[in-house]
């Protein structure tokens, strides 16, 4: 079983929707996908009402997905690490004990090569239209992750 980790900040906006993005694009018996959060804000907490509703008018129900926060653990059970954006990315480093943790974790937006600035915004603080976008973009993202997951 290959396992996947989605890392943002709250787990709240942007890692929820990459977490079910993903999962619906992969065989549940080959992959296992979460999420999770540097931050320790919304443990516990069902994604933001805004992430749902992108995702539910995509058809992805994420609402029973709960926010938890990223543990040195996660460098043992998780075989691919995608952080966010640069600040979470640099989080997560400084957990990471060996270069072996290290090598585990990208910046998820490194993979799309359409994309210049590779932190994904956050839209929490934004209207509606930045949770569409941010939608879009992790859609297209998962796309490249698992169409490169499926052939490995």
């Known amino acids: 079983m290959t396992c996947i980790l989605m890392v943002c900040l709250g787990n709240i906006c942007r890692s929820p929707l990459a977490h079910g993005i993903l999962q619906s694009k992969l065989p549940e018996d080959h992959f ?6 540097t931050g320790a804000y919304h443990i516990g907490n069902a994604p933001d009402r805004r992430s749902i509703a992108v995702a539910k008018k995509n058809g992805l129900d994420i609402s029973t ?12 059970a998780f075989d691919y690490i995608y952080a966010m954006d640069q600040s979470n990315y640099n989080n997560i480093i400084r957990l ?5 943790d290290v090598n585990k974790v990208k910046l998820f937006l490194d993979v799309n ?5 590779k932190n994904m915004p956050d839209p929490y603080y ?6 569409e976008y941010v939608y879009k973009l992790v859609n297209e993202t998962c796309n490249i992750i698992a ?6």
Do not use: C, H, I
């Open 32 to 37: 296992y996908v979460d999420s999770a959060g």
């Open 96 to 100: 990471a004990r060996d270069t072996d």
């Open 126 to 131: 934004g209207e509606k239209d930045g949770f």
């Open 147 to 152: 169409k490169a997951l499926m052939r490995s």
């Open 113 to 117: 090569p359409s994309v210049k600035n």
């Open 65 to 76: 997905q709960s926010a938890r926060q990223f543990k040195v653990s996660d460098f043992d």
